[in-house]
């Protein structure tokens, strides 16, 4: 069975291979962003026009303020006019990344008001909640393919863009782990990170700093073009973090090493990109499981600074992943491109996540090591045409992806009794062994899954009334397989094979140069149960669909942008219900999302935007738990961020984020719950000349006021955990371009 996996898995990236190798291939052309300076500073930091992303149209180019663009990915659609999209997505920007010291896709996406930041179940895996649906880092795609940031955290120093889609998309990203995660991640949203590429320019930067509890960083970002056109490019990132956090006793130690290449001839562009990443954490808070009596309520939030954390916890992880995508123009009207890519990943963790056993910040405890190993591989091949029929264009795609997944893991827990302590009065103790319960080896982790998918896609953009009138119709055709091992004695636990196709609708209507009005049917796709009647045969479900509509209108002119939204996603799931009969539950989610972004005057740079969200259970196994709201989602979302060149001060530029979220509930009966929260962040930099080079200095302070909370009550369906939010953190850099 390993061997029919591997191959059914490796079918479309052999077939990209082939494709790349006889030169079929991608680099994107140009798309000018200004290096991070405020305007008017009478210093000029030399302009970087950097290649993009392995399409002829290149990079979107960044919309006015340069925190966001222009447009971004939408999946197999390829690159797009935020303006003619009947979907709703925000690409923010390498200045933004830079001018805020974002560390990770999580310090990003802090800006978005239609996304939540939350954890894993039981780990450290960045996690985030998008129109009231987990989307898990698995699930982030690298140049638009599944499977190979590292799946724990990713660093900011890959990255030259994180691009976030709002709502189901299937059919846009060929689903990847995210079609086929059982928990069904993807459904509200997908999350696409753009690697780096060498500027026209010659760029040679380094970059110092330092941030509460003493972590030290230094990192460097060189980049190149060759040849009498320049058609070659090579960019190299490496990084190194090492020291303690602003939680007392938090640890951690980050290496980080980047490469892209790039080369582009006349109608063919190739691409290739590297990445290695290790990062080791000691000590780091836990979350925090709710209590499981609904009548207990939650404890209040302890010091933001306290570490509850045993000192002998770790979360260690090793990945290394690369990519290489081609583009061929074979005509003016037809393009072709492959992709492949291959990650290899790593985990071993020590940890202990209490449980609140009462109101006064009572925990109990046990230890839960793991160790994990995994190998994705993932592969797409498509072409691109485009055509009239009469006074009627037509921009048609097709695609096929395919992605496979090996998971390896050993575990092992001490008695599940555990050990008492307390949240607000912390104790360490011991480490208890790890010898009460196992499953498959800690140093040898046997194999525990095997995923794969396979899929086809066919789209066609028609446009009316001289591209005034753009409808958008297709489908993907998925098939979904995986295989389920028994820890220990390696036998198959269970197989799931089934297929499903799903549909995609969208129309924008260009009310004139400024508005647009767009609406769109989508789906999202979740693996299905399967279903074990007492003393029956197992049976596996058709996967279900989680079915979104929406409707939204938006605004560009000038130097300031808009939109407004209203969607709804319903999505189900099984259980066996009493007497052996399998039923379905679900989710609804319904809302409302306010986006604003550009300049608002001359200097001053808005980004925001708020959601309200109605998120309820439907078809509860418990049926006094229909039309709660669902656990970990909070009734509404604001943030509202504002960059402003201080005048009268050359160089000089501060800003300020608020980040509020409402209350939410931590368990399905809605008795627990968290308050609701509000941040508030600040930052400066200041752009100055030493020795003739350019050097900026950047300061910046999250959570300005030291507010001690619970940022999330949850993220993985069906279970409820507290992650307390970060002290204050005070993040300190200087880089310099030589």
């Not at 040849?227 to 973090?241: I, K, M, Y």
């Not at 956090?245 to 490469?259: F, M, R, S, Y």
């Not at 590297?274 to 010091?303: K, L, M, W």
């Not at 009966?669 to 080079?693: C, V």
């Amino acid at each position: 069975m390993p061997t029919q996996i591997t191959t059914f898995a490796l079918r479309p990236t052999v077939l990209a291979a082939a494709i790349a190798l006889h030169g079929v291939s991608a680099l994107a052309q140009t798309a000018p962003t200004t290096a991070n300076a405020a305007t008017d500073t009478g210093i000029t930091l030399s302009t970087v026009t950097v290649s993009a992303d392995a399409s002829a149209e290149g990079l979107p180019k960044p919309f006015a303020g340069g925190q966001v663009a222009r447009g971004a990915r939408i999946g197999v659609l390829g690159n797009q006019d935020t303006m003619e999209t009947p979907f709703s997505f925000t690409a923010y920007t390498h200045d933004l990344i830079l001018d805020q010291q974002a560390r990770s896709i999580g310090d990003v996406l802090q800006n978005d008001p239609g996304v939540r930041l939350t954890r894993g179940y039981g780990n450290f895996q960045q996690a985030y909640i998008i129109r009231g649906f987990p989307v898990y880092s698995d699930d982030v795609t690298y140049n638009g393919l599944y499977g190979l940031v590292p799946r724990q955290y990713t660093a900011s120093e890959f990255i030259e863009r994180v691009e976030v889609f709002r709502g189901a998309n299937t059919f846009l990203s060929g689903g990847g782990s995210g079609g086929a995660a059982a928990a069904g991640g993807g459904v509200g949203g997908l999350i696409n990170v753009v690697p780096k590429r060498a500027p026209n320019e010659p760029l040679n930067r380094i970059t110092f700093g330092v941030e509460s509890g003493g972590q030290l960083s230094v990192g460097a970002d060189i980049a190149r073009r060759f040849g009498p056109d320049q058609s070659s490019g090579v960019r190299l990132n490496v990084a190194r973090r090492d020291g303690d956090l602003a939680v007392d006793g938090e640890n951690q130690k980050l290496n980080v090493a980047g490469v892209g290449l790039d080369w582009r001839s006349r109608n063919v562009r190739l691409s290739a990109d590297a990445g290695f990443q290790e990062n080791y954490g000691t000590a780091i808070r836990p979350s925090v499981y709710s209590p499981a009596a609904a009548t207990t309520p939650i404890a209040a939030a302890p010091d933001a600074s306290r570490n509850f954390a045993q000192p002998w916890t770790f979360g260690n992880s090793r990945d290394a992943f690369g990519t290489l995508r081609g583009e061929w123009d074979i005509n003016d009207r037809i393009t072709a491109w492959a992709a492949i890519g291959a990650r290899h990943g790593e985990e071993q963790n020590s940890l202990a996540n209490p449980t609140l056993t009462s109101a006064a910040g009572d925990t109990s405890t046990y230890r839960f090591d793991n160790h994990r190993k995994e190998v994705a591989l993932t592969g797409e091949v498509g072409a691109r045409a485009s055509f009239s029929t009469g006074s009627v264009g037509h921009t048609v795609t097709v695609a096929a992806n395919g992605y496979g997944l090996k998971e390896r893991n050993g575990s092992a827990f001490s008695n599940f009794a555990g050990f008492a302590g307390n949240l607000y009065s912390p104790v360490s103790v011991p480490p208890p062994p790890a010898n009460f319960f196992a499953n498959g080896s800690m140093t040898a982790p046997t194999t525990i899954n095997e995923t794969q998918t396979a899929s086809l896609a066919v789209s066609d953009t028609l446009s009316f009334l001289q591209d005034t009138l753009l409808l958008t119709l297709g489908a993907r055709h998925q098939k979904m397989d995986t295989t389920d091992y028994d820890p220990n004695s390696g036998a198959v636990t269970a197989a799931y094979s089934q297929s499903r196709t799903s549909p995609v609708g969208g129309v924008v209507f260009k009310l004139n140069r400024n508005v647009s009005v767009y609406g769109n049917y989508i789906e999202g796709l979740i693996k299905g149960a399967t279903i074990t009647p007492l003393g029956g045969t197992p049976t596996n479900l058709k996967p279900y669909a989680a079915r979104q509509t929406e409707i939204g209108a938006k605004y560009e002119a000038g130097t300031l942008g808009a939109s407004v939204s209203y969607f709804t996603i319903r999505k189900s799931s099984a259980f066996l219900a009493f007497g052996n009969v399998p039923g379905e539950y679900g989710q609804e989610s319904r809302g409302l999302e306010f986006n604003v972004y550009g300049e608002a005057a001359r200097g001053l740079r808005l980004l925001g935007g708020l959601t309200l969200l109605d998120a309820k259970q439907v078809n509860s196994q418990v049926a006094a738990n229909n039309g709660k709201n669902i656990v970990g989602v909070p009734d509404y979302q604001l943030n509202l961020g504002a960059d402003w060149d201080v005048p009268g001060v050359r160089g000089l530029a501060v800003d300020g984020r608020v980040i509020r979220t409402g209350k939410q509930y931590a368990n399905a009966s809605n008795t627990q719950s968290i308050p609701a929260w509000t941040r508030f962040d600040l930052g400066a930099r200041y752009l100055i000349e030493a020795g003739g080079k350019p050097v900026t200095l950047r300061a910046r302070v999250e959570n300005l006021f030291d507010k001690s909370y619970w940022a999330s009550a949850g993220g993985y369906p069906g279970q409820s955990y507290l992650v307390l939010g970060q002290p204050r953190t005070f993040v300190l850099s200087a880089s310099i371009d030589f």
